[in-house]
Structures are given as structure tokens and as C-alpha cells.
């Protein structure tokens, strides 16, 4: 089977929680999904939280469910949080536990990339959700999925 290569989400300055568009997958079975994050702004700490959700169909009625992944891979470039605090500059880390976020309550300097690998993805569709707070928040980023 051929690789597929799904936009989830262009690059842009998202400023509020949200969920982007569907995204219909019924033929993948595995995939990696990539998380760019290019800017940053706000007052206080700005925080950025990115998941993955599947569409299934429970009792008759479709409804999205978060997916964790097997695999995650960050890569920083200058990393200043708490929770990458262990990460010099360049440095991949690859933690093999399974998680939901993608991105887990990311409050560092851009640029950075994220990439969660999916073993074993059963779902109607997919699609990206994210969580912002802080003052006046905006992050930039861009997402893609690439499955086959």
C-alpha cells in the first residue's frame, strides 16, 4: 500500500482552543503525525496542548474520541519548559510510552517539531485538537499526517 500524505492542519496563528477539520482515512492503518510549531506570543506563559482524535461509530452515532500514540519524537531548538528542560538544543528525544498529546502543555521558544507515531489506527476519520491558554495567546503551527 502507498503512503498517503494528509494536510491537518495549515500554518497559522491559532489563538483559542479548537479542533480542525475532518480528515477521512477509512484505508490507513498506521500513521506519524508531525506537529511544526513555528511562533509564539502572549503575556504570562502561553501554553500549547496537540492531540490526535478519531471518528468511530458507537451505538449507531459517530463521535471523536482522543487517540494515543505508540511512539513520540520532540525536537526542540531551544527548549525552555519543564518538561523539555533535559533537551540541549538540536536534541531528539524519543519517549516510547503511549500518550494522548502530541504537543503536552508546550510553553518553549519556536521553533520545535513533534512527531507521534500510530501503530494501529482503526478510525472513520481524524482530526487535530488543541488547547491554548494564557494572556493573549497565539501559536503558530502547522500539522500533517502520513499514513499508509
Known sequence: MAARD???LTSA???ATAQGGEKTIPTLTMAAV??????KSGTGTPTLSVWLQGKVMFNGVEIWVDIPYDVLLVHEMSPTTADQA???PS????TTARGRNIV????GTPPARFT???KHLSYLAVRLAWAISGTTPSFTFAAALSGK
Open 6 to 8: 494528509i494536510d491537518l
Open 13 to 15: 496563528a491559532q489563538t
Open 34 to 39: 508531525t506537529v511544526d510549531v513555528t511562533a
Open 86 to 88: 533535559a533537551i540541549t
Open 91 to 94: 536534541e531528539d528525544v524519543v
Open 104 to 107: 503536552n502543555v508546550y510553553t
Open 116 to 118: 507521534a507515531i500510530y
